[in-house]
C-alpha cells in the first residue's frame, strides 16, 4: 500500500488485507465474528511503531490459534502515545522483545508478526484507540490525522468483547434460539443465560451476535429449565436427578438457571 507514511511494517512493504469496519464474518473452529476494530496487515515481517510511546500492556502466553478463550487478539503490544491515544499491535509471535514501561522511538521493533489467537493466518492487526474506543488508523497511516491530544475524533466504532468463558455466533437465517442451544448441545436456559440483552428469546434477527457459553462438556444439565428451586432442592437432597456434588453441581445449577436460582436452591437445601 504506496500511500502509508507511518509505518508499521519494517519492511516499509505494508499491505492491507482487511480494512477497518470491513463488513466480514469469520468462523474458525465453530466459533464466528463480524466487523472489524483495526487494519490487517501483510507480509510476514517485524512490526515497529510509527510512534514514540510507552508499552503499557504485554501479552506473550498464547502458542498459536486459541478460539473461545478469551484470546482472540493472541500475543499484543499496547503503546501509550500519550493520554488520549493508544496502538495496539495483534496476533503477534510468541518470544516478546518488549516490557511493559519500556519507552520505545518511532520505528523501534515491537514484535514479529504472527498468527496467535482468532487468526486464520499470519498478519497484523493494528489499532489506534482513542480514549479506548477503536477509530479507524488509515488516515494517520496515511499522515492526514496526527495523535496529538487537540487532534478531532474520527468517527469511532466499539467492538466490545464478548463475555468471560464464552464465544461468538452470528444469527443465520432460519436460526432461532432452541435450534442454536441443540447446535451446540446446550440446554436453552443456559443460552439465554449467557444472553441477558436478549429480552424475548423468540425474537432474534439475522445478523445479531449470540454468545455461546462454553461450557465443558462433562457438565450435561440435566433437564430443561421447567422445575422450581424447591423441586430441584429435594432431587439433590435424596441425591437425585443427576445433580452431584459441588463444585460441579454449582456450575450445572448456574447453567440450569441461573446464578440466583443456583442461591435459591442452596439456601433451600441448607434448611433441609
Avoid at 66 to 83: A, C, E, I, K, Q
Wanted: charged share 20%; hydrophobic share 35%.
Amino acid at each position: 500500500m504506496s500511500n502509508i507514511t507511518n509505518n508499521v511494517l519494517e519492511q516499509k512493504n505494508e499491505r492491507v488485507t482487511s480494512y477497518f469496519g470491513a463488513n466480514r464474518t469469520i468462523t474458525l473452529q465453530g466459533t464466528t465474528i463480524n466487523g472489524h476494530s483495526g487494519i490487517d496487515f501483510v507480509p510476514e515481517g517485524w512490526i515497529i511503531t510509527p510512534e514514540d510511546g510507552e508499552v503499557i500492556s504485554v501479552k506473550d502466553s498464547v502458542a498459536g490459534v486459541s478460539v473461545g478463550t478469551g484470546n482472540d487478539f493472541g500475543n499484543y503490544v499496547h503503546l501509550r502515545v500519550n493520554p488520549r491515544y493508544v496502538l495496539r499491535f495483534c496476533h503477534l509471535k510468541q518470544g516478546a522483545i518488549v516490557k511493559v514501561g519500556q519507552k520505545l522511538k518511532k520505528g523501534a521493533r515491537v514484535g514479529y508478526m504472527g498468527t496467535t489467537g482468532f487468526s486464520t493466518g499470519i498478519h497484523l492487526h493494528f489499532e489506534i484507540r482513542d480514549n479506548n474506543i477503536a477509530i479507524d488508523p488509515l488516515p494517520y497511516l496515511e499522515g492526514k490525522l496526527k495523535l496529538t491530544a487537540t487532534t478531532a475524533q474520527v468517527p469511532p466504532v466499539t467492538e466490545p468483547p464478548p463475555p468471560a468463558n464464552t464465544s461468538r455466533y452470528v444469527v443465520v437465517a432460519g436460526d432461532t434460539m432452541t435450534k442454536i442451544a441443540e447446535k451446540f448441545k446446550l440446554q436453552l436456559g443456559a443460552l439465554a443465560a449467557a444472553n441477558p440483552a436478549i429480552k424475548d428469546i423468540n425474537k432474534i434477527n439475522v445478523g445479531q451476535v449470540i454468545n455461546i457459553p462454553n461450557i465443558p462438556p462433562t457438565l450435561v444439565v440435566p433437564t430443561p429449565p421447567q422445575k422450581s428451586a424447591q423441586q430441584v432442592a429435594s432431587e439433590i437432597w435424596r441425591g437425585q436427578g443427576g445433580w452431584g456434588n459441588d463444585p460441579g453441581r454449582k456450575e450445572k445449577l448456574i447453567a440450569y438457571g441461573g446464578a440466583a436460582f443456583r442461591e435459591e436452591v442452596q439456601q433451600l437445601l441448607n434448611k433441609m
